[in-house]
């Protein structure tokens, strides 16, 4: 906790002062680029992968990167992407998932949910996910399993996205672009979802 505090103070003295005129700005207003939907683990930082500064991301934050289809779980995601689409008017929506997620890995080994009801009813927002891996990807085993289990999630998402009456009126007015991401933690390469092509290629 001391480290927090620290850190706290270092930007209230420093970083706080340098950037004064854009908290400024920001306390009046938000006018973010993208709606950044990503799993809540700590080794994913939106801001950092992306570069962007305060008010740039609305960031939405949830285990596994999962959305709910509309109407299975009104909540604070539902909420989220709501007030991100229809007030802030935002164009641009990332689902980011990332290797390692531990979300995907009780996907595949939902033994390990054992004591863990919440995360296993959560996890239920993937069932899509683990029916097509199932159904599709029986030749994949190990880390080619679970990598391909992370990706696919990602499309999943971005269907259940794709539900949500706010991001289908936009989606028929051509005024919403929706992307798939996925980061790899050990190297920092993102994939991103080729529609078109329908697979997943290095985000150059």
């Known amino acids: 906790m001391q480290k927090l505090l620290n850190g706290l103070r270092l ?36 801001t950092l992968l992306t570069q962007t500064d305060p008010g740039e991301l609305f960031i939405l934050r949830t ?62 927002q993937a069932e899509t996910t683990q029916r097509i891996m199932d159904d599709h990807f029986k030749h994949l085993s190990g880390d080619e399993l679970f990598e391909a ?16 009456p706010a991001v289908a009126t936009k989606l028929k007015n051509d005024n919403l672009r929706l992307h798939g991401w996925v980061y790899s933690i050990d190297s920092g390469t993102v994939w991103t979802y080729d529609f078109e092509k329908k697979e997943f290629i290095e985000l150059q």
Not at 11 to 19: G, H, I, M
Request: hydrophobic letters at 40%; proline letters at 4%.
């Open 11 to 46: 930007f209230q003295r420093q970083v706080f002062q340098e950037k004064q005129e854009l908290f400024h700005t920001l306390s009046r207003q938000q006018e973010p680029r993208a709606l950044f939907i990503t799993c809540s683990d700590s080794r994913v930082d939106p």
């Open 63 to 124: 285990a596994g990167n999962l959305i709910p289809t509309y109407g299975a779980a009104i909540g604070g995601s539902t909420a989220t992407v709501e007030y991100a689409l229809s007030v802030l008017n935002i164009k641009d929506v990332i689902i980011c998932g990332h290797t390692d997620c531990g979300a995907m890995k009780a996907l595949l080994h939902p033994e390990t949910l054992e004591g863990l009801p919440a995360v296993k009813v959560w996890l239920q």
């Open 149 to 164: 289990t992370i990706k696919e999630n990602v499309v999943v998402q971005l269907d259940h996205l794709r539900t949500h």
